[in-house]
């Protein structure tokens, strides 16, 4: 059997192993406006249904957790069962006693609707329901409240083929029949797109409260009516608050806290010949009977119409998904703590879209930091993903102090361990060249510049960087400087601050720029800057396979020869690489030869050097160039960010788990790391070694006299598989004879050691 015979025949098994379950996650609901959202208590979570432009509705459903220890993040719901048409302007409500949530009419294209549907929360099941009776003759742009009192569905006004209405309809959910409900006073005039609430506690029980909406005159009105539900003195009253009443306007995000009272009203529009919208947060005190402005701190969400809204009981939160705004369609899901507890601040924004970012993974705080990246401007923002299992993937904005780095793209950037810090370097603002060196304490937040001396690489732009631990070193290849590529390589002493140009042996890849590349690990591949691809100086986009050995003393160039196709040369792909199964994974790039940009999936393993096209199931990200990539050793996670698509920049952040490791077997917490002797060479000896927890590690060469013959390792690490490698070299860089040694590991209050033979 040839080589290349057998590299195939592990390939098939690798491959089925890897394709289990494989699929991508993580993406948000589309942009749209004109969803609903109901709080689903027994699940505690809130249900959005629908919404989509005003002619082309959707039918999808999501779920957010509200459960304090995760953040929220929208997840896809599969449905069973017959699924309502694609609209908007429907009402919802959760129906407690069957567990429901109850859909009823909308618009799909030009056409009104009046069914009504049931999704029955606890088997994710459609029906759709039959009720007797005459529906609302108002059957789009109406808001329905959930009566617990008459157990019934109750609906005002709205509109139908151009014409308004102010009658009352309601539902009764058991006997499944619709009927007008009467009431005296008189009401409310004709109106459509609302704002509405179930009032609840002493005088306001039992109550359907509105506000404003929009007349068939085209006024858009500020007015606040009442409706008594109480069976048999149903009637209607309008109120006269006091306070800083909000101009007349419709389609708010809008939720009731039926313990202090209050109502909140976010956003929402009038149309004075011209579209407003807003973007301003109003409270009703029910208890005073008062309007209030309210004025958050900090970053105030994009003026927009339309927005979904609810409540979170258990949190405390107004949460908001979507509507339109000036620049078209969100689907941000910001929301506002309104306990008293803390400042009032709007949260939940995503990073802006963006391509060209950096990923690095700070081991010790357990999160992904994402860096800066370009879309029509460039960034100098700093974000947080958490990667602990439990509270699912949200990012969040990091407040840096001290003076910032200029905001850039095509920079790169490590993670320091030994001293907790992500180093920033290089890249573009506009056409101005970027050389600077910069470090973010992760401990606290707080940006240095740092002042490297000798010659810093001439091509900083398109670059990427890896972290050699045993160098203690920030090592760069090629590289741009916006006219000119290259194919030298330099090097960061960490502990000097100081560039070093490195010479390797052997002949290296051709100039080029925004190259794929990775640490590599283990085993023959421990201490390997691995590049794959990228932009050659000629413009041309190659599918090429390097690998640089950083062995101090023996830095040599090989180019690889992996087994398996990938079908294109292409730069700028989300790339990561897990240390512990010593596979690569590439997402997505683009080929500007062929104007194609990718969204497949390859896996390279180094174990075998072979390619495969991973084929997940379901979604698929959209084909796009330029995305951010880590991966998540805790979670097993591939996490991508951004770039930019056939549609423009993007904010999204799929990821895909890659799998169990078949030979990670971690020790508990307390426990003695678990300790190998993982591979040798005739130059070098690799250590291979397991961690319960993150913290300080240590690992020393010694003698059989007890002498320390080199430190190799102190700094933070992760929990999880590492590899340390002795190039058979002392403390001053001098050759060993041959003879027993000893591996000598601390960590924490546990330690280990490992005999071996070094025979030269």
């Known amino acids: 059997m040839t080589v290349s015979m057998m590299r195939a025949a592990m390939a098939v098994g690798l491959l089925c192993a890897s394709a289990v379950g494989l699929e991508w996650k993580?993406?948000?609901?589309?942009?749209?406006?004109?969803a609903t959202i109901v709080i689903d208590k027994p699940n505690r979570r809130a249900v959005m249904f629908g919404g989509g432009s005003v002619t082309e509705g959707r039918s999808d459903v999501w779920t957010l957790s509200l459960d304090a220890k995760r953040r929220y993040t929208w997840e896809s719901l599969p449905t069973s069962g017959p699924t309502p048409g694609p609209r908007v302007g429907h009402t919802a409500i959760?129906?407690?006693?069957?567990?429901?949530?109850?859909?009823?009419?909308?618009?799909?294209?030009?056409?009104?609707?009046?069914?009504?549907?049931?999704?029955?929360?606890?088997?994710?099941?459609?029906?759709?329901?039959?009720?007797?009776?005459?529906?609302?003759?108002?059957?789009?742009?109406?808001?329905?409240?959930?009566?617990?009192?008459?157990?019934?569905?109750?609906?005002?006004?709205?509109?139908?083929?151009?014409?308004?209405?102010?009658?009352?309809?309601?539902?009764?959910?058991?006997?499944?029949?619709?009927?007008?409900?009467?009431?005296?006073?008189?009401?409310?005039?004709?109106?459509?797109?609302?704002?509405?609430?179930?009032?609840?506690?002493?005088?306001?029980?039992?109550?359907?409260?509105i506000f404003g909406g929009q007349t068939p005159e085209g006024q858009f009105i500020n007015d606040l009516w009442s409706l008594d539900l109480t069976p048999g003195f149903e009637a209607w009253h309008e109120l006269n608050p006091g306070g800083s009443v909000p101009e007349g306007r419709s389609n708010c995000a809008t939720c009731f806290d039926t313990v202090a009272r209050r109502a909140y009203f976010f956003g929402g529009f009038y149309y004075p010949g011209r579209f407003v919208f807003y973007n301003d947060l109003y409270m009703l005190d029910m208890n005073l009977l008062t309007w209030t402005k309210l004025q958050p701190m900090g970053r105030i969400p994009s003026e927009r119409r339309c927005p979904g809204g609810a409540y979170d009981p258990w949190n405390d939160n107004f949460i908001t998904f979507g509507g339109e705004t000036h620049a078209g369609f969100s689907n941000e899901s910001p929301y506002i703590h309104l306990g008293q507890d803390r400042e009032l601040r709007w949260q939940g924004f995503p990073p802006a879209p963006r391509s060209v970012a950096t990923i690095i993974i700070d081991e010790l705080g357990r999160q992904a930091v994402l860096y800066g990246g370009g879309a029509s401007g460039n960034f100098g923002d700093v974000w947080t993903l958490s990667l602990d299992g439990k509270r699912g993937y949200a990012w969040e904005s990091l407040p840096a102090t001290g003076t910032a780095p200029t905001p850039r793209h095509g920079h790169t950037a490590i993670y320091d361990p030994v001293l907790r810090r992500m180093i920033v370097f290089g890249g573009r603002n506009g056409m101005t060249l970027l050389k600077d060196v910069w470090a973010l304490d992760l401990g606290t937040s707080a940006w240095q510049r740092l002042y490297p001396t000798g010659t810093p690489p001439p091509g900083p732009v398109y670059i990427t960087g890896i972290y050699s631990p045993i160098r203690r070193s920030l090592v760069v290849f090629g590289g741009n400087d916006l006219y000119t590529g290259y194919n030298d390589v330099y090097e960061l002493l960490l502990d000097s601050l100081v560039w070093r140009k490195l010479s390797p042996s052997g002949p290296p890849p051709a100039p080029r720029w925004s190259y794929n590349a990775f640490y590599g690990s283990g085993s023959d591949w421990c201490n390997r800057l691995v590049i794959f691809g990228g932009q050659t100086y000629d413009g041309h986009f190659v599918k090429d396979l390097?690998?640089?050995?950083?062995?101090?003393?023996?830095?040599?160039?090989?180019?690889?020869?992996?087994?398996?196709?990938?079908?294109?040369?292409?730069?700028?792909?989300?790339?990561?690489?897990?240390?512990?199964?010593?596979?690569?994974?590439?997402?997505?790039?683009?080929?500007?030869?062929?104007?194609?940009?990718?969204?497949?999936?390859?896996?390279?393993?180094?174990?075998?050097?072979?390619?495969?096209?991973?084929?997940?199931?379901?979604?698929?990200?959209?084909?796009?160039?330029?995305?951010?990539?880590?991966?998540?050793?805790?979670?097993?996670?591939?996490?991508?960010?951004?770039?930019?698509?056939?549609?423009?920049?993007?904010?999204?952040?799929?990821?895909?788990?890659?799998?169990?490791?078949?030979?990670?077997?971690?020790p508990g917490p307390g426990q003695t790391p678990s300790l190998q002797v993982s591979s040798f060479h005739p130059r070098r000896v690799s250590m291979r070694f397991l961690t319960a927890d993150a913290g300080k590690v240590s690992v020393r060469v010694m003698d059989q006299s007890g002498r320390v013959v080199r430190n190799l390792l102190s700094g933070t690490m992760a929990s999880g598989s590492h590899v340390v490698t002795w190039d058979g070299r002392d403390t001053h860089g001098r050759l060993v004879g041959s003879g027993i040694y000893f591996y000598y590991l601390q960590t924490g209050d546990a330690q280990e050691s490992r005999k071996f033979v070094l025979a030269r």
């Open 26 to 34: 993580g993406f948000p609901p589309a942009p749209r406006q004109l």
């Open 546 to 666: 390097w690998s640089l050995d950083l062995t101090p003393g023996f830095e040599a160039w090989h180019k690889l020869i992996p087994g398996g196709v990938v079908t294109e040369g292409r730069s700028n792909c989300a790339t990561c690489y897990d240390s512990v199964t010593r596979r690569a994974y590439f997402f997505g790039g683009f080929n500007y030869e062929r104007g194609t940009y990718y969204n497949d999936l390859y896996m390279l393993d180094l174990k075998t050097l072979f390619w495969i096209k991973l084929n997940p199931a379901g979604r698929i990200p959209s084909e796009r160039r330029c995305p951010a990539g880590a991966f998540d050793p805790w979670n097993r996670n591939l996490i991508t960010f951004g770039g930019q698509t056939y549609g423009g920049f993007t904010n999204e952040w799929p990821y895909i788990y890659v799998g169990e490791a078949p030979d990670r077997h971690d």
């Open 94 to 209: 959760y129906d407690p006693v069957h567990h429901w949530m109850v859909i009823f009419g909308g618009r799909s294209g030009m056409s009104s609707l009046s069914d009504v549907w049931a999704l029955d929360l606890g088997t994710a099941t459609w029906q759709q329901l039959t009720p007797t009776g005459t529906p609302p003759s108002g059957k789009v742009y109406i808001t329905a409240v959930y009566s617990p009192v008459r157990r019934s569905m109750v609906i005002f006004g709205g509109v139908d083929e151009g014409r308004g209405y102010n009658d009352v309809h309601e539902l009764l959910l058991d006997s499944m029949k619709w009927r007008v409900l009467a009431a005296s006073g008189a009401p409310p005039e004709a109106r459509w797109s609302y704002n509405a609430f179930y009032g609840s506690g002493s005088e306001w029980c039992d109550r359907l409260i």
